[in-house]
């Protein structure tokens, strides 16, 4: 590829354009909907910035094939099929000035991003992020140079727009979610659009077959974009498709049928590190020092509550979950969820009341982000809570207003405390067991009635 021409078309063509609009759209999204918080961690850096190709990839496949357009539009093919460059010299330039200025642009993208998750400090540092967002370059590259050569093929004034039109909506059929083993389209199919879902789980990273499927799919695409560009005959450019289907097939063997296999637990990043009974994540080993001294304590109580049927120790949550599903129950060990914003956002003796409570009665109804369980669940866990605390308050951190706690547990604590202490005791202990089980709802038991 000749610089000298190579720096002309990037002067004079429209793929700067596609790279300034990319990365400015990109990041305006980024801080003014979602926030700084999606730098926190190195993965989940890169599957905010794949997200962000439901809007990218459109906008890139409209943008290529308005490049596409460019020789039809100024009157100059016969010229350029006259010219004794060949015609591969002519689509590699226009190809790859796009392709240099939309990479350049996911790549400063991904890069600013990397920025602020280093000043944020995290404890677990690698390159399993890397994939994710190569992927995501590639498929910017590729979208376009596809465009392009459909452009080329088809130069009509409709293309560009139709085209965008059409990526947007087979993007979103295509739309992937990590918590649904339901979708409209199978697994595999569904996975060959390179938009990741909404990230919820830091734990959580893309499998190396789908990066592997992905690639060898964007490839295809790219290189039936390339050959459409140098094609000249309608024989050529019905053997342009090639790649693409030979790309398609070849993707589908290899990706995941399973979408459990889809998302994966970096188990480098879900290694427990613990400081006696308190185990938590290597990514949250930063959060160890606050939850030691009151998960300890919270150990301490609930074995003076529980005796023989009390947790022994306080381990953070590994284990895979759907949106609404149940979360993983222990009978040895209280659960942390860093998700969980009572867990999250609490310190000191809130962090013990927090602990306390879910070990008490560990939440059973399917949760939600930052939810920490019904109305009742959190109404029991505070009268628990309280019992062995010896006041009553409610839990910090969750989607009920304290108000809402308050009505629900005050008459409960009420009857409780005046039982005999042997008879309260019992009733703690059979609530204990029920939620551990899912067989009862907390507050019911607390107030005289059966677990199921």
């Not at 979610?177 to 938009?195: E, I």
């Not at 830091?202 to 790219?222: C, D, E, I, P």
């Not at 207003?401 to 604590?413: N, Y």
């Not at 009857?415 to 507050?443: N, T, W, Y």
Request: hydrophobic fraction near 50%; charge should be positive.
């Amino acid at each position: 590829m000749n610089g000298r021409v190579l720096r002309i078309e990037l002067r004079r063509s429209v793929a700067p354009w596609a790279g300034v609009v990319a990365l400015v759209g990109a990041l305006a999204f980024l801080y003014l909907v979602i926030g700084t918080w999606w730098t926190a961690q190195w993965t989940s850096m890169a599957l905010w910035t794949r997200s962000l190709l439901a809007y990218l990839l459109p906008l890139a496949v409209g943008l290529g094939a308005l490049q596409g357009l460019r020789d039809r539009r100024s009157n100059m093919s016969e010229l350029l099929t006259s010219t004794p460059r060949p015609a591969r010299h002519r689509a590699a330039t226009t190809a790859g000035a796009t392709a240099i200025t939309l990479a350049s642009a996911f790549a400063l993208l991904v890069l600013q991003g990397a920025v602020q998750v280093v000043l944020a400090d995290t404890a677990y540092t690698h390159l399993g992020w890397l994939p994710i967002s190569l992927v995501g370059l590639l498929s910017l590259v590729a979208g376009a140079v596809l465009a392009m050569g459909v452009g080329r093929a088809l130069p009509s004034v409709l293309t560009p727009p139709v085209l965008a039109v059409v990526a947007f909506v087979l993007i979103n059929l295509l739309w992937l979610s990590p918590d649904s083993p339901t979708a409209a389209v199978p697994n595999r199919v569904a996975l060959l659009s390179p938009v990741v879902g909404e990230v919820r789980e830091v734990l959580l990273t893309l499998s190396a077959s789908v990066h592997l499927g992905q690639t060898l799919w964007l490839f295809g695409m790219a290189g039936t974009g390339f050959a459409l560009l140098v094609a000249a005959t309608p024989r050529a450019r019905l053997l342009a498709l090639a790649p693409a289907l030979a790309g398609a097939a070849i993707a589908l063997l290899v990706l995941p049928s399973d979408p459990r296999r889809t998302y994966i637990v970096d188990e480098t990043a879900a290694a427990q590190v613990c400081d006696g009974p308190v185990c938590v994540t290597r990514i949250h080993q930063a959060r160890l020092a606050d939850l030691g001294d009151p998960g300890r304590k919270a150990l301490r109580l609930l074995h003076g509550a529980l005796a023989g049927q009390a947790p022994v120790s306080i381990r953070e949550t590994t284990a895979q979950r759907a949106l609404g599903a149940t979360p993983e129950r222990s009978r040895k060990a209280v659960l942390v969820d860093f998700e969980d914003g009572a867990i999250a956002n609490a310190k000191g003796e809130e962090l013990t009341r927090a602990l306390l409570a879910q070990g008490l009665a560990p939440t059973c109804f399917a949760r939600s982000n930052n939810e920490s369980g019904t109305l009742g669940e959190i109404a029991g866990q505070s009268v628990a809570a309280g019992w062995v605390l010896g006041d009553l308050k409610p839990l910090g951190g969750t989607l009920h207003s304290s108000r809402d706690q308050l009505d629900e547990a005050r008459p409960v604590w009420k009857k409780l405390k005046a039982l005999p202490r042997a008879e309260q005791l019992s009733r703690i202990r059979a609530m204990h067991a029920a939620a551990v089980s899912c067989e009862g709802d907390p507050l019911q038991i607390l107030d005289g009635g059966a677990s199921r």
